[in-house]
């Protein structure tokens, strides 16, 4: 069994996007990483859409490894940060969260994703 048979739709592609963002060491808007997917799958794909595959990416990924959260490089096209949906529900980091965002961007851009199978 793999970790993406349950996973939400567009959960594998958009890890694999990520880990190339990551590898550019680049953040991307909603709109831009959708726009990416759609050019890999040929088909339309809302930024919306987004939302519960980075979630999924975050917590059954990132967070059970102990590795960097992918989803820190997807952010709001006009604020240039991410989402209410960055932090798990539940965990809140008031006026430190940007700091807590850049420098899990940072760690994202440092960590070896290449190394990493998740099959």
């Not at 060491?25 to 519960?52: D, F, H, N, W």
């Amino acid at each position: 069994m793999s970790i993406w048979d349950d996973a939400p739709k567009n959960s594998r592609e958009l890890f694999d996007y990520l880990v190339i963002l990551a590898g550019k060491m680049r953040t991307e808007s909603y709109g831009e990483i959708a726009k990416g997917l759609e050019s890999k799958e040929g088909r339309r794909v809302a930024p919306l859409s987004l939302s519960r595959p980075l979630g999924f990416i975050r917590d059954k990924i990132c967070r059970e490894n102990g590795i960097p959260w992918l989803n820190a490089l997807a952010v709001n096209g006009k604020k240039w940060l991410p989402g209410d949906s960055f932090l798990p529900p539940g965990v809140a980091f008031g006026k430190d969260e940007e700091i807590l965002w850049r420098g899990a961007v940072m760690a994202v851009f440092g960590y070896p994703w290449e190394n990493l199978n998740f099959e």
